[in-house]
């Protein structure tokens, strides 16, 4: 299994971001999809899931400001990021529910 996550960057309060993430090694379509985050010495926090079926669910915190989505055509999640405050500064991953994480993507947000 290979996750490739990217789309990080550095942006300024109230900006926006689209993280992607490509997943090979799985049959993508039948997983659900997972994007957490983890701040330098913290624990890994689930962001946003979206299963097989398309049920999404986020994170209080992130409710109304970011989006999940997946294309199964390319083996893809991508999460569309709104509204961005510097508390969602973190390295950003996506996972299958599975014992496999990618490189992650570093997204800062100044205030």
């Known amino acids: 299994v290979q996750l490739v996550d990217a789309g990080g960057g550095l942006v300024q309060f109230g900006g926006s971001l689209t993280l992607s993430c490509v997943a090979s090694?799985?049959?993508?379509?039948?997983?659900?999809m997972c994007w957490y985050r983890q701040a330098q010495g913290k624990q890994r926090e689930m962001v946003a899931t979206?299963?097989?079926?398309?049920?999404?669910n986020y994170k209080d915190s992130v409710m109304g400001r970011f989006t999940i989505s997946k294309d199964n055509a390319k083996n893809t999640v991508y999460l569309q990021m709104n509204s961005l405050k510097p508390e969602d500064t973190d390295v950003y991953y996506c996972n299958p529910n599975l014992p496999y994480w990618g490189q992650g993507t570093q997204v800062t947000v100044s205030s």
């Open positions: 979206v299963s097989s079926g398309g049920s999404r």
């Open positions: 090694g799985i049959i993508f379509s039948r997983y659900t």
